[in-house]
Each structure stands twice: as structure tokens, then as C-alpha cells.
């Protein structure tokens, strides 16, 4: 019985060691992964039949309030990842282009869209 005591105690003392060991390289392959992208929500209702600042804002992903610059800069990285020459929807370009009209106070047609 005497002799049995350290070799248990050995035994314990070793498999500490491995899950020491294994728990260190766990938390290195989890603090060198690259970061995972938070997941945004986006709105999930249909387009209303007249757009509005609230609508078109949602489109471009900016404030109301947001300035002329930022509404540029935010219709242009839009288009470009919705663009019809790049595999895009010609009716969603011509949303987001109705959308920075609207950001813009240009004048438009009374319909509102092309579509």
C-alpha cells in the first residue's frame, strides 16, 4: 500500500502536466486565430413604393444626417460590390443610385425608381 502512494501521486502529477500542456497550446491556437467578423444586421423589410431619407439611408448604410462625402463614399462601396457589370442586380443599382439621389436631394422622377 506504502508503495503504490507514490506512483499514483507520480501518475496524477503527470497527467496535470499533459493538460497543462495541451490547455497552453489550446490558448495559443485560440489567440493567433485571425479575429471573425461580427455579424451585422441588416434591415430585413422590402423596398416602399416612394423612398424615403429613413430607406435610403438603410441602402447606403450611413446616418440621415450624413454628409454629402460620406454619402458618395458610402454609394460607391455599395455599387461596387452590387454593380450590374460585376455579376449585380441592374434593379438593386438602380436602388442604390435612387438612394443617393435621395441622400442628396437631387431631383428625381415622380416614380421614384426605374422599375
Do not use: C
Not at 3 to 11: D, E, K, N, R, V
Not at 20 to 27: L, R, T, V
Not at 33 to 55: A, C, D, H, N, V
Not at 86 to 92: E, P
Request: avoid cysteine; glycine fraction near 8%.
Amino acid at each position: 500500500m506504502y508503495q503504490a502512494t507514490p506512483f499514483l501521486m507520480g501518475i496524477a502529477v503527470a497527467a496535470a502536466a499533459l493538460a497543462g500542456k495541451y490547455g497552453i497550446q489550446a490558448w495559443h491556437a485560440i489567440k493567433t486565430r485571425p479575429p471573425t467578423p461580427r455579424l451585422r444586421k441588416f434591415y430585413e423589410g422590402g423596398f416602399q413604393k416612394t423612398m424615403t431619407r429613413r430607406e435610403a439611408a438603410l441602402i447606403l448604410g450611413v446616418r440621415e444626417n450624413a454628409t454629402p462625402e460620406k454619402v458618395k463614399e458610402a454609394h460607391r462601396r455599395v455599387m461596387v460590390a452590387n454593380h450590374p457589370d460585376a455579376g449585380g442586380s441592374h434593379y438593386l443599382a438602380s436602388k442604390i443610385n435612387e438612394a443617393k439621389d435621395v441622400m442628396l436631394r437631387k431631383s428625381r422622377n415622380s416614380s421614384g425608381s426605374a422599375f
